[in-house]
């Protein structure tokens, strides 16, 4: 059974700092990985899908890795701002014909003014 | 495009009472899926429909949950009987086509039951 864990819970920064999130996964047959953002009382808001074939994608400050050998993928987010704090889930999707996500249990984003 | 869209988005009821939770897929999706979020089990899907049809209901708790998609521009999530353990944030989500392609979450129903 996938499982996914994030690491750390919790991270607080000053604006301005570069930072890392953690994903890891214990079945490397995934098809693709994706990142979210959830803000308190809010869904899920798509950020990054990488497939399974490809090592990163990029949308603005954020960049996302995949090492699927390792079970592993980062979200960098550069510059961050105040705005950028909420909690940020990956989840991965398995090979063959499911279709369902299995999501970690997330990082909370604390960005200070 | 609205995108995801779910009713109502909050709603308190007793135990015992019949809960009905509907969404509506962005248009062209084909693919449908129910999530519930608790502080204790994260995200959790419970089932999920290509073209109207369940593929994968193994994540449905109980009898006491059921799901239906009658066409494809609407699906429900039944709760009868309720219960205070059913007390969570459900998220409906859809995609077109393709395992490759993201999953868009409507903005959850939380529902309390007292």
């Known amino acids: 059974k996938q499982e996914v864990t994030q690491i750390p819970a919790a991270l607080s920064v000053p604006e301005g700092e570069n930072l890392v999130l953690n994903c890891s996964f214990t079945?490397?047959?995934?098809?693709?990985l994706q990142w979210f953002r959830q803000d308190p009382g809010k869904g899920l808001t798509s950020l990054l899908l990488i497939q399974s074939s490809q090592r990163e994608q990029t949308s603005g400050r954020l960049n996302a890795s995949l090492d699927k050998s390792s079970g592993r993928s980062t979200l960098y987010i550069a510059a961050s701002q105040p705005g950028d704090s909420a909690t940020y889930l990956c989840?991965?999707?398995?090979?063959?014909?499911?279709?369902?996500?299995?999501f970690g249990s997330g990082t909370q984003l604390t960005v200070l003014p | 495009d609205a995108g995801v869209i779910q009713s109502p988005r909050h709603e308190v009821t007793e135990m015992g009472q019949e809960v009905t939770l509907r969404c509506k897929p962005i248009s062209g999706h084909n693919s449908l899926f129910w999530y519930r979020q608790t502080m204790m089990r994260g995200l959790e899907l419970l089932i999920y429909f290509n073209n109207n049809v369940p593929i994968d209901d193994s994540g449905m708790p109980e009898d006491r949950f059921s799901a239906k998609m009658p066409n494809a521009s609407f699906s429900t999530l039944k709760i009868q009987p309720s219960e205070p353990r059913d007390s969570a944030v459900y998220f409906c989500a859809s995609s077109l086509g393709a395992r490759g392609i993201e999953q868009f979450f409507g903005p959850g129903t939380r529902l309390t039951v007292l």
């Open positions: 079945d490397s047959a995934i098809y693709n």
């Open positions: 989840a991965v999707r398995p090979s063959g014909s499911a279709r369902q996500l299995t």
